[in-house]
Nanobody, 121 residues
Framework: QVQLVESGGGLVQAGDSLRLSCTAS????????MGWFRQAPGKERESVGT????????YYANSVKGRFTISRDNAKNTVFLQMNSLKPEDTAVYYC??????????????WGQGTQVTVSS
């Protein structure tokens, strides 16, 4: 198993940037593809983006493409979500998750507790 802890959320203004971190403990981090997801009040959880085990393949939702960047540091057991040009509609609880399968099609079995991101207009 792997335990995930997110950090870096907060309250920012539209146009600002934030970087979320997700640190893993437990099994070897590099065997997991990682994903970032978010859930806004009254809405279903949605995928923000994913990164494969080696970090050389990434996927982004259309709504964040060009503004958000996922990266990982396997030596530090950490995955990052750099969020630039934030918009009020990016307001949500952000979760990181891990899968031992494919970053795109794998089942994300391990989840962090979430970190709140609030973007004011």
């Amino acid at each position: 198993q792997v335990q995930l802890v997110e950090s870096g959320g907060g309250l920012v203004q539209a146009g600002d940037s934030l970087r979320l971190s997700c640190t893993a403990s437990g099994r070897t981090f590099s065997i997991y593809a990682m994903g970032w997801f978010r859930q806004a009040p009254g809405k279903e959880r949605e995928s923000v983006g994913t990164i494969n085990q080696s970090g050389n393949s990434r996927y982004y939702a259309n709504s964040v493409k060009g503004r958000f960047t996922i990266s990982r540091d396997n030596a530090k057991n950490t995955v990052f979500l750099q969020m630039n040009s934030l918009k009020p509609e990016d307001t949500a609880v952000y979760y990181c998750a891990a899968t031992s399968g494919s970053a795109i099609t794998g089942r994300y079995n391990y989840w962090g507790q979430g970190t709140q991101v609030t973007v004011s207009s």
